[in-house]
């Protein structure tokens, strides 16, 4: 098994915009869809189909997806952003579906 | 509203078998594929098993495959997952979600239930 490729850690003062990425062989070819979980709580859906929102989720997440990355944008970041970030997409060859090794957003 | 309700972990020795479950409400259980996501202590989310809404196809993980397998009874809203040989790296809160369409994302309804793998 493996896993899409993310920064460990992003940091983002309040107010600003934090890009979070996920890389991996042709993930642009995939669908990438990205989870919030906070501290103590399950994953919660934010993308899906690389750049949809949800019902319920903030217009201030966004996402993009071309050539090897995939991108999770949030504009204007609030304290309440503060979480884990995860990506996720199929791997059509190994018929696995297949995460990113996660991204902790600090907002300063 | 989605819920899922996860349980049947606990502490088990290596090698041994545990089956946990998870019961849905909220959602007409049998339209929809369930999957099982796992989380260790401290790390980061590891698919391990999808199924397909009339249970026909399964999915696994290489860590898992030949070790767990995934079913379901649509009579009674369940899901489940038999894991047999248990080794300590098994150890994590195991999560259940209602899958949308390839690339429509999950929904984890409940808490997760966890298995401990330790003599």
């Known amino acids: 098994s493996h896993e899409w490729t993310q920064p460990p850690s992003v940091s983002v003062s309040p107010g600003q915009t934090a890009s979070i990425t996920c890389s991996g062989d042709?993930?642009?070819?995939?669908?990438a869809c990205w989870y919030q979980q906070k501290s103590g709580q399950s994953p919660v859906l934010v993308i899906y189909?690389?750049?949809k929102r949800p019902s319920g989720i903030p217009e201030r997440f966004s996402g993009s997806n071309s050539g090897n990355t995939a991108t999770l944008t949030i504009s204007g970041t609030q304290a309440m952003d503060e979480a884990d970030y995860y990506c996720?997409?199929?791997?059509?060859?190994?018929?696995?579906?297949?995460f990113g090794g996660g991204t902790r957003l600090t907002v300063l | 509203e989605v819920q899922l309700l996860e349980s049947g972990g606990g502490l088990i020795q290596p090698g041994g078998s545990l089956r946990v479950s998870c019961a849905a409400s909220?959602?007409?259980?049998?339209?929809?594929?369930m999957s099982w996501v796992r989380q260790a202590p401290g790390k980061g989310l590891e698919w391990v098993s999808a199924?397909?809404?009339?249970?026909?196809?399964?999915y696994y993980a290489g860590s898992v495959k030949g070790r767990f397998a995934i079913s379901r009874d649509n009579s009674r809203d369940t899901l489940y997952l038999q894991m047999n040989s248990l080794r300590a790296e098994d150890t994590a809160v195991y999560y259940c979600?209602?899958?949308?369409?390839?690339?429509?994302?999950?929904?984890?309804g409940g808490q997760g239930t966890l298995v401990t793998v330790s003599s």
């Open positions: 189909e690389d750049n």
């Open positions: 996720q997409a199929w791997d059509s060859s190994t018929a696995e579906m297949v």
């Open positions: 979600a209602k899958d949308g369409a390839l690339g429509s994302g999950s929904n984890f």
């Open positions: 042709k993930l642009g070819d995939k669908y």
């Open positions: 909220g959602f007409t259980f049998s339209n929809y594929a």
């Open positions: 199924i397909s809404s009339s249970g026909g196809r399964t």
